[in-house]
T-cell receptor
Framework: AQSVTQLDSQVPVFEEAPVELRCNYSSSVSVYLFWYVQYPNQGLQLLLKYLSGSTLVESINGFEAEFNKSQTSFHLRKPSVHISDTAEYFCAVSEVQGGSEKLVFGKGTKLTVNP | DTAVSQTPKYLVTQMGNDKSIKCEQNLGHDTMYWYKQDSKKFLKIMFSYNNKELIINETVPNRFSPKSPDKAHLNLHINSLELGDSAVYFC?????????????FGQGTRLTVV
Protein backbone atom coordinates (compact mmCIF):
# COMPACT_ATOMS: atom_id res chain seq x y z
CA ALA A 1 0.00 0.00 0.00
CA GLN A 2 1.09 3.51 -0.74
CA SER A 3 1.92 5.98 1.99
CA VAL A 4 2.62 9.69 2.05
CA THR A 5 4.72 11.55 4.59
CA GLN A 6 4.49 15.27 5.08
CA LEU A 7 7.41 16.09 7.27
CA ASP A 8 6.15 19.38 8.68
CA SER A 9 2.82 19.66 10.41
CA GLN A 10 3.04 23.45 10.65
CA VAL A 11 4.99 26.01 8.66
CA PRO A 12 4.80 29.67 9.72
CA VAL A 13 6.28 32.22 7.34
CA PHE A 14 6.16 35.94 6.76
CA GLU A 15 4.41 37.44 3.80
CA GLU A 16 6.53 37.60 0.62
CA ALA A 17 8.96 34.98 1.95
CA PRO A 18 9.59 31.76 0.02
CA VAL A 19 8.15 28.52 1.31
CA GLU A 20 8.66 24.80 0.75
CA LEU A 21 6.25 22.17 1.99
CA ARG A 22 7.81 18.74 1.96
CA CYS A 23 6.21 15.53 0.80
CA ASN A 24 7.65 12.03 0.41
CA TYR A 25 5.81 9.00 -0.87
CA SER A 26 6.45 5.28 -0.80
CA SER A 27 7.95 4.06 -4.03
CA SER A 28 5.94 2.37 -6.72
CA VAL A 29 6.28 1.41 -10.35
CA SER A 30 4.14 4.30 -11.47
CA VAL A 31 2.79 7.04 -9.35
CA TYR A 32 0.40 9.93 -9.67
CA LEU A 33 0.90 12.72 -7.19
CA PHE A 34 -1.28 15.59 -6.09
CA TRP A 35 -1.29 18.60 -3.87
CA TYR A 36 -4.64 19.70 -2.48
CA VAL A 37 -5.35 22.87 -0.51
CA GLN A 38 -8.00 23.28 2.16
CA TYR A 39 -8.88 26.83 3.17
CA PRO A 40 -10.51 27.25 6.59
CA ASN A 41 -13.93 25.58 6.81
CA GLN A 42 -13.88 24.61 3.16
CA GLY A 43 -13.46 21.48 1.10
CA LEU A 44 -10.34 20.39 -0.72
CA GLN A 45 -9.29 21.94 -4.00
CA LEU A 46 -6.70 20.53 -6.34
CA LEU A 47 -3.63 22.75 -6.46
CA LEU A 48 -1.51 20.77 -8.93
CA LYS A 49 -0.78 17.25 -10.06
CA TYR A 50 1.96 15.14 -11.54
CA LEU A 51 0.94 12.40 -13.94
CA SER A 52 3.84 12.03 -16.33
CA GLY A 53 6.12 14.12 -18.48
CA SER A 54 7.81 17.20 -17.09
CA THR A 55 8.80 16.70 -13.49
CA LEU A 56 8.05 20.32 -12.66
CA VAL A 57 4.38 21.17 -12.43
CA GLU A 58 2.85 24.55 -11.73
CA SER A 59 -0.41 25.93 -10.44
CA ILE A 60 -2.15 29.09 -11.57
CA ASN A 61 -1.45 30.89 -8.29
CA GLY A 62 2.33 30.62 -8.27
CA PHE A 63 2.90 27.28 -6.57
CA GLU A 64 5.07 24.63 -8.16
CA ALA A 65 6.08 21.11 -7.25
CA GLU A 66 8.84 18.90 -8.54
CA PHE A 67 8.58 15.17 -8.87
CA ASN A 68 11.85 13.56 -7.84
CA LYS A 69 11.78 9.84 -8.43
CA SER A 70 15.16 9.06 -6.91
CA GLN A 71 14.22 10.80 -3.69
CA THR A 72 10.55 9.79 -3.86
CA SER A 73 9.61 13.37 -3.16
CA PHE A 74 7.07 15.86 -4.43
CA HIS A 75 7.83 19.05 -2.54
CA LEU A 76 5.63 22.11 -2.98
CA ARG A 77 7.23 25.54 -3.33
CA LYS A 78 6.27 29.14 -3.77
CA PRO A 79 8.86 31.91 -4.13
CA SER A 80 6.74 34.59 -2.44
CA VAL A 81 3.68 33.82 -0.34
CA HIS A 82 0.63 35.95 0.38
CA ILE A 83 -1.60 36.16 3.43
CA SER A 84 -4.29 34.47 1.35
CA ASP A 85 -2.11 31.34 1.01
CA THR A 86 -2.79 30.54 4.65
CA ALA A 87 -4.39 27.10 4.52
CA GLU A 88 -3.84 23.40 5.10
CA TYR A 89 -1.96 21.65 2.30
CA PHE A 90 -2.28 17.95 1.61
CA CYS A 91 -0.01 15.83 -0.51
CA ALA A 92 -1.66 12.73 -1.96
CA VAL A 93 -0.79 9.73 -4.09
CA SER A 94 -3.22 7.79 -6.22
CA GLU A 95 -3.49 4.10 -5.47
CA VAL A 96 -5.43 1.55 -7.45
CA GLN A 97 -7.40 -0.95 -5.42
CA GLY A 98 -9.90 -3.47 -6.70
CA GLY A 99 -9.98 -1.82 -10.09
CA SER A 100 -10.81 1.52 -8.58
CA GLU A 101 -8.51 4.23 -7.44
CA LYS A 102 -8.31 6.13 -4.23
CA LEU A 103 -6.25 8.96 -2.88
CA VAL A 104 -3.90 8.28 -0.01
CA PHE A 105 -3.23 11.51 1.82
CA GLY A 106 -0.43 12.76 3.98
CA LYS A 107 -1.31 14.24 7.34
CA GLY A 108 -1.28 17.77 6.02
CA THR A 109 0.87 20.85 6.56
CA LYS A 110 -0.68 23.96 7.98
CA LEU A 111 0.83 26.99 6.28
CA THR A 112 0.38 30.23 8.18
CA VAL A 113 1.45 33.42 6.44
CA ASN A 114 2.00 36.30 8.81
CA PRO A 115 2.15 40.00 7.87
CA ASP B 1 -23.26 25.69 -10.05
CA THR B 2 -21.80 23.56 -7.31
CA ALA B 3 -19.96 20.56 -8.72
CA VAL B 4 -20.15 18.32 -5.64
CA SER B 5 -22.70 19.31 -3.04
CA GLN B 6 -23.26 17.79 0.37
CA THR B 7 -26.05 18.34 2.84
CA PRO B 8 -26.14 19.19 5.62
CA LYS B 9 -23.01 21.25 6.17
CA TYR B 10 -23.26 20.88 9.93
CA LEU B 11 -24.88 18.07 11.89
CA VAL B 12 -25.06 17.88 15.67
CA THR B 13 -26.71 14.84 17.14
CA GLN B 14 -26.80 12.65 20.20
CA MET B 15 -25.15 9.29 20.64
CA GLY B 16 -27.23 6.41 19.48
CA ASN B 17 -29.10 8.35 16.81
CA ASP B 18 -29.19 7.48 13.12
CA LYS B 19 -28.32 10.16 10.58
CA SER B 20 -27.76 10.55 6.86
CA ILE B 21 -25.56 12.78 4.75
CA LYS B 22 -26.44 13.36 1.14
CA CYS B 23 -24.10 13.96 -1.76
CA GLU B 24 -24.76 14.87 -5.34
CA GLN B 25 -22.40 15.63 -8.21
CA ASN B 26 -23.25 17.25 -11.54
CA LEU B 27 -19.93 16.60 -13.25
CA GLY B 28 -20.94 13.45 -15.06
CA HIS B 29 -18.41 11.40 -13.12
CA ASP B 30 -19.01 7.71 -12.62
CA THR B 31 -17.03 7.26 -9.41
CA MET B 32 -17.91 8.74 -6.05
CA TYR B 33 -16.21 8.55 -2.69
CA TRP B 34 -16.61 9.24 0.98
CA TYR B 35 -13.60 10.42 2.93
CA LYS B 36 -13.36 11.06 6.66
CA GLN B 37 -11.25 13.83 8.14
CA ASP B 38 -10.58 13.41 11.83
CA SER B 39 -9.87 16.03 14.45
CA LYS B 40 -6.19 16.05 13.49
CA LYS B 41 -7.13 16.82 9.87
CA PHE B 42 -6.10 13.36 8.69
CA LEU B 43 -8.04 12.32 5.59
CA LYS B 44 -8.83 8.70 4.89
CA ILE B 45 -11.02 7.05 2.34
CA MET B 46 -14.07 5.18 3.57
CA PHE B 47 -15.86 4.03 0.43
CA SER B 48 -15.81 4.34 -3.31
CA TYR B 49 -18.60 3.55 -5.72
CA ASN B 50 -18.35 3.14 -9.47
CA ASN B 51 -21.58 3.25 -11.43
CA LYS B 52 -23.55 2.53 -8.26
CA GLU B 53 -21.38 -0.45 -7.37
CA LEU B 54 -19.34 -0.57 -4.17
CA ILE B 55 -15.68 -0.89 -5.06
CA ILE B 56 -13.76 0.11 -1.96
CA ASN B 57 -14.82 -0.43 1.63
CA GLU B 58 -11.94 0.57 3.79
CA THR B 59 -12.69 -1.44 6.95
CA VAL B 60 -15.39 0.93 8.00
CA PRO B 61 -17.77 -0.29 10.75
CA ASN B 62 -20.98 -1.67 9.34
CA ARG B 63 -22.89 1.07 11.14
CA PHE B 64 -21.88 3.10 8.10
CA SER B 65 -23.91 2.20 5.03
CA PRO B 66 -23.41 4.07 1.78
CA LYS B 67 -26.17 4.06 -0.78
CA SER B 68 -25.94 5.07 -4.40
CA PRO B 69 -29.34 5.37 -6.06
CA ASP B 70 -27.68 6.52 -9.28
CA LYS B 71 -24.20 7.46 -10.30
CA ALA B 72 -24.75 11.13 -9.49
CA HIS B 73 -25.63 10.47 -5.86
CA LEU B 74 -23.87 8.78 -2.99
CA ASN B 75 -25.49 9.07 0.41
CA LEU B 76 -24.02 8.00 3.72
CA HIS B 77 -26.21 6.61 6.45
CA ILE B 78 -24.82 6.12 9.92
CA ASN B 79 -26.58 4.02 12.55
CA SER B 80 -26.13 4.18 16.31
CA LEU B 81 -23.81 7.14 16.24
CA GLU B 82 -20.84 7.12 18.61
CA LEU B 83 -18.69 9.94 19.96
CA GLY B 84 -15.79 8.74 17.82
CA ASP B 85 -17.82 9.33 14.68
CA SER B 86 -17.39 13.07 15.16
CA ALA B 87 -15.43 14.27 12.14
CA VAL B 88 -15.75 16.07 8.85
CA TYR B 89 -17.04 13.83 6.09
CA PHE B 90 -16.18 14.70 2.51
CA CYS B 91 -17.86 13.42 -0.58
CA UNK B 92 -15.84 13.42 -3.80
CA UNK B 93 -16.19 12.31 -7.39
CA UNK B 94 -13.96 11.59 -10.35
CA UNK B 95 -13.83 9.76 -13.62
CA UNK B 96 -13.14 6.10 -13.21
CA UNK B 97 -10.08 4.01 -13.82
CA UNK B 98 -7.74 6.92 -14.32
CA UNK B 99 -5.12 7.75 -11.78
CA UNK B 100 -4.56 10.95 -13.63
CA UNK B 101 -7.82 12.74 -13.14
CA UNK B 102 -8.47 14.86 -10.15
CA UNK B 103 -11.07 14.14 -7.53
CA UNK B 104 -13.54 16.97 -6.89
CA PHE B 105 -14.52 17.39 -3.27
CA GLY B 106 -17.64 18.72 -1.64
CA GLN B 107 -17.52 21.31 1.11
CA GLY B 108 -17.73 18.71 3.82
CA THR B 109 -20.22 17.84 6.55
CA ARG B 110 -19.08 18.50 10.07
CA LEU B 111 -20.66 15.83 12.25
CA THR B 112 -20.60 16.35 16.00
CA VAL B 113 -21.88 13.58 18.21
CA VAL B 114 -22.67 14.63 21.78
Amino acid sequence: AQSVTQLDSQVPVFEEAPVELRCNYSSSVSVYLFWYVQYPNQGLQLLLKYLSGSTLVESINGFEAEFNKSQTSFHLRKPSVHISDTAEYFCAVSEVQGGSEKLVFGKGTKLTVNP
Amino acid sequence: DTAVSQTPKYLVTQMGNDKSIKCEQNLGHDTMYWYKQDSKKFLKIMFSYNNKELIINETVPNRFSPKSPDKAHLNLHINSLELGDSAVYFCASSHSGAGHTEAFFGQGTRLTVV
